[in-house]
């Protein structure tokens, strides 16, 4: 399934927050989707499998950025 124009733009906000907030975890990130992606184009690989467990510490992440970013402007 594809994703919105309004889906991808929200995402690409919330990525450029994630990137000035934590550059490193972006980087780590980026390496994971590098890796897993990799993984997935060789023929007969189990990637989506491998890489399912990774995909809910990338969601996790990406909900810690926006609660964090909520608190900041609730408490200014």
Do not use: K
Not at 30 to 56: K, L, Y
Request: charged share 30%; no cysteine.
């Amino acid at each position: 399934m594809s994703l919105s124009p309004r889906e991808r733009r929200i995402l690409a906000e919330i990525e450029g927050a994630l990137e000035q907030e934590d550059p490193e975890l972006a980087r780590r990130v980026a390496e994971i989707n590098r890796a897993g992606w990799a993984r997935d184009a060789r023929p007969g690989s189990r990637g989506v499998r491998r890489r399912a467990p990774r995909a809910w510490m990338i969601y996790l992440a990406v909900a810690l950025v926006i609660v964090s970013l909520l608190v900041a402007v609730l408490t200014t």
